[in-house]
């Protein structure tokens, strides 16, 4: 063995986790809009190259309400990892989201605000 060349050897990489993002929206509304904007933003910070996002439009497709159970929009469902998480509205409350995302831990003995 040449220790040289066996110091080069690199250990694979860690699978990276992947998370899948629905983002269920009924046109081009300004809630639609700021939702779609304000995740954009959270995953590019917090996911970086880690994600898939999907945005659904109900009023082209509304059948595909039902396979999430959409009962309000827009609505955030994150079908990956799991469990399956669900948050509803525009998104604007970051640190609201990245608690429901599981992205950061919920703060200890305190309101949450709502």
């Known amino acids: ?6 110091s080069l050897k690199t250990t694979p990489a860690e699978p990276v986790e992947l998370w899948e993002l629905r983002l269920y929206v009924a046109g081009q509304t300004p809630k639609s809009l700021a939702a779609f904007a ?4 959270l995953c590019e910070e917090h996911l970086q190259e880690r994600y898939v996002l999907e945005v659904i439009d109900l ?3 509304p ?3 039902e396979d999430d159970q959409i009962l309000a929009v827009p609505t955030l ?3 990956l990892p799991v469990p399956i998480r669900k948050i509803i509205g525009d998104l604007s409350n970051t640190e609201r989201v990245l608690v429901g995302l599981d ?3 919920r703060a200890s ?3 949450d605000g709502n």
């Open 1 to 6: 063995m040449n220790p040289t060349t066996d």
């Open 38 to 41: 304000n995740l954009k933003r």
């Open 59 to 61: 009023l082209k497709t």
């Open 63 to 65: 059948q595909l309400a």
């Open 77 to 79: 469902v994150r079908k």
């Open 103 to 105: 992205l950061r831990p």
């Open 109 to 111: 003995g305190g309101n």
